[in-house]
């Protein structure tokens, strides 16, 4: 069966990179580990103007309230960086780079 699941994991991943994403991921469909510290952050209104962040945390800490029966995750990122002139030379040593929402 481990083998299934690695052979099945690998096949994910190998599509999710076909189809253009830089990065994925797959992770056991668990609660998170911090969801008490997550929970104090939001109690301690870190969270700012974010109210979002607050709503629904029980969904937010684990996938398997919003989907019950669900035994992983699947993550992908995309990088939307394009251009280094873009963010004021973000590539220059010294400088950070800016999301283009910011």
Known sequence: MARDRDALTR???ARARAAGFDAVGVA???RVRDAARIRAW???G???EMAYLAR???QRVDPRVLFP???SVVS???DYYTSPGVSGGATAPGRGK???YA
């Open 56 to 58: 629904h945390f029980e």
């Open 46 to 48: 870190r969270h700012g």
């Open 28 to 30: 056991a469909a668990d």
């Open 11 to 13: 096949l994910v991943k």
């Open 76 to 78: 992908v990122a995309l």
């Open 98 to 100: 800016i999301s283009r």
């Open 69 to 71: 029966g669900a035994r």
């Open 42 to 44: 939001l109690d301690a």
